[in-house]
């Protein structure tokens, strides 16, 4: 393909900012996005535990799920046709961690969903957000009306000072608890937020008109606790808390039970509960609830100080010829000092403390299945 044939990068509104702050841009699900900037990898990772962090998500999706009759409950039974996780029963102003499964059970996207009160408010992942749209079109128009928000920015301030510095601009942010969400005035501005990331950290997502994003980020940047934060460093934090990334540690061929996401589904959901199934694949992803997985995504130590990175085969001794698994997200934790990782091994092998060997470079070397998250996680419950 010629250069001048290629699709061009898509750019959020913080694009001249992430330059202006010395950014190294890189293509990130059809976006230019920072992957970090002058001060480096592990310096991002270590202040954003330290401190806060400053990351640009405006490349994830945001919709609005309306009901056509204008009840808010309506809109949450539609969706419940979509996902395995209790929407009916989540209360204005909270958010809930949700998965788009297919009939074979398998996840198309993972989100989060907040009850706005009038509505149900959505973010889903850059890659997946055309492919969320057109299947909650599919399945939901005919009772419900689908806006997306392509006129809105997403920013996450996330570390033990987020609450600090983000209550100098919203004085509510000082009361919300993890998960809490829904329309604040934050400097001004009408802005969505939520007690929520991805970093493990206590923090605060907060979704702003596109022309405000800027001045809002430059606003929060003035604090000496915050720095910006690339790509690079978000990745080693979410791994760090063991946190899945849709296309890595899930996807259409891991079920919510095989990924170890058992805890996101309510019980109203599952066999017995009030509204048992009734979601894309629930007759497999309830009977493994019932009899468990053949598989199970676990976390991983490695014994040694090299990273094992994804796709790594992993197997059950350092002879053996055939692989029971495989390595989906891995890198090194500046945290803990030392490797982690995640991945799939048989469920007959996904016990704490069961040693595994990871295939790197023609070695074969130990790892340890380990709880996760890693590093203990600072939400403010």
């Known amino acids: 393909m010629l250069a001048s044939d290629a699709t061009p990068l898509k750019r959020t509104p913080l694009h001249a900012l992430h330059l202006s702050l010395g ?17 480096g990898v592990l ?16 490349h994830m999706g945001q919709l609005a799920l309306r009901a056509k009759s204008g009840s808010v409950a309506d809109a949450a039974r539609a969706l419940e046709r979509l996902v395995p996780q209790d929407i009916l029963g989540l209360a204005a102003g909270r958010q809930r961690y949700a998965q788009f499964t297919s009939e074979a059970g398998g996840i198309l996207d993972d989100l989060m969903v907040a009850n706005f009160g009038s509505h149900l408010f959505l973010v889903v992942n850059a890659a997946c957000k055309e492919a969320d749209e057109a299947h909650l079109r599919r399945h939901l128009a005919e009772t419900c009306v689908i806006e997306p928000l392509a006129d809105r ?20 942010a000082a009361v919300m608890r993890f998960m809490d969400a829904g329309p604040r005035q934050v400097a001004g501005f009408d802005c969505f937020v939520s007690r929520s990331g991805y970093t493990g950290e206590d923090g605060f997502e907060i979704s702003v008109a596109s022309d ?8 929060l940047l003035e604090d000496g606790g915050v720095l910006p934060i690339g790509l690079g460093a978000r990745d080693s934090l979410r791994l760090e808390a063991g946190l899945c990334l849709y296309g890595h540690d899930i996807d259409t061929t891991t079920t ?11 019980k109203s959901r599952r066999a ?45 001794d350092a ?51 380990a709880a996760t998250p890693f590093v203990p996680n600072t939400y403010k419950r």
């Open 43 to 58: 310096r991002e990772h270590l202040h954003t535990r330290k401190a806060a962090g400053l990351f640009d998500v405006s």
């Open 153 to 172: 920015a997403l920013l996450a301030l996330q570390g033990p000072a987020a609450e600090r510095i983000l209550a100098k601009f919203c004085a509510e």
């Open 256 to 266: 919510p039970v095989e990924a170890a996401l058992e805890w996101s589904v309510q």
């Open 272 to 316: 017995g509960g009030a509204r048992a199934g009734g979601f894309p694949g629930a007759e497999k992803i309830l009977a493994q609830f019932a009899g468990g997985a053949a598989r199970r995504r676990v976390g991983l130590l490695a014994e040694g100080r090299a990273p094992v990175r994804e796709g790594a085969s992993l197997y059950a």
């Open 212 to 219: 405000q994003a800027e001045q809002l980020a430059k606003w």
């Open 23 to 39: 950014a190294r841009m890189v293509p990130f699900a059809s976006y230019e996005m920072p992957v970090q900037y002058a001060t």
């Open 319 to 369: 002879a053996s010829a055939e692989p029971i698994g495989k390595v989906t997200s891995g890198g090194f934790g500046p945290t803990l000092n030392a490797p982690v990782a995640m991945g799939y091994l048989p469920t007959a092998r996904s016990g704490t403390g069961t040693q595994v060997f990871a295939e790197v470079r023609g070695q074969r070397l130990p790892l340890k299945v």
